[in-house]
């Protein structure tokens, strides 16, 4: 099992940043790809950003590319998400994931979440 827990949210102006972090435990943490998806009220959950086992490749949304940066610190057992320029529409929960690969296929780990807010 992976236990992952959120950290870095709060309330921001517009334009400002942010840094999230999640630790990661139970499991040896360069041997699974992480990554961030969001939930905002009344909507779904959706894809944030990824990056893989080494951090050699990430992967964003197109609504945050070029203004959110994922990143991990594999000998810290952590997966950061950098957020700026932020916008009003960027209010969510944010939850990190992990993709752990096991003998029967890959299982979605969740974090509990951890709310960030952008103000106008």
């Known amino acids: 099992q992976v236990q992952l827990v959120e950290s870095g949210g709060g309330l921001v102006q517009a334009g400002g940043s942010l840094r999230l972090s999640c630790a990661a435990s139970?499991?040896?943490?360069?041997?699974?790809?992480v990554g961030w998806f969001r939930q905002a009220p009344g909507k779904e959950r959706e894809f944030v950003a990824a990056?893989?086992?080494?951090?050699?490749?990430?992967y964003y949304a197109d609504s945050v590319k070029g203004r959110f940066t994922i990143s991990r610190d594999n000998a810290k057992n952590t997966v950061y998400l950098q957020m700026n320029s932020l916008k009003p529409e960027d209010t969510a929960v944010y939850y990190c994931?992990?993709?752990?690969?096991?003998?029967?296929?890959?299982?979605?780990?969740w974090g509990q979440g951890t709310q960030v807010t952008v103000s106008s």
């Open positions: 990056i893989s086992r080494g951090g050699g490749s990430t």
């Open positions: 139970g499991r040896t943490f360069s041997t699974y790809a």
């Open positions: 994931y992990a993709e752990v690969l096991y003998g029967m296929g890959i299982s979605k780990h």
